[in-house]
């Protein structure tokens, strides 16, 4: 493997730190896989982090999705 040194600013250091210690994985594990889901892509945020705030911002019935009630006239 190649060695690579980075430059980091003390609240990112930090946070690496810390995070590494949490997860029980070193540093460059986590930079490693941090750049692997930059590379591919998969670290792209889902449908729900994109809308995450507007997650209860709608009024309505909390028993919309299984009261039959609602759906009466339902198609005509």
């Known amino acids: 493997m190649k060695t690579l040194s980075v430059k980091l600013p003390k609240p990112l250091a930090g946070w690496l730190s810390q995070q590494s210690k949490k997860l029980g994985r070193t540093q460059s594990d986590l930079v ?43 198609g005509r």
């Open 32 to 74: 490693r896989e941090a750049l692997e889901q930059q590379r591919t892509g998969s670290g792209e945020p889902s449908c729900h982090d994109l809308m995450q705030d507007l997650c209860g911002a709608f009024d309505g019935p909390t028993d919309l999705s299984s009261n039959p009630k609602y759906m009466k006239d339902f």
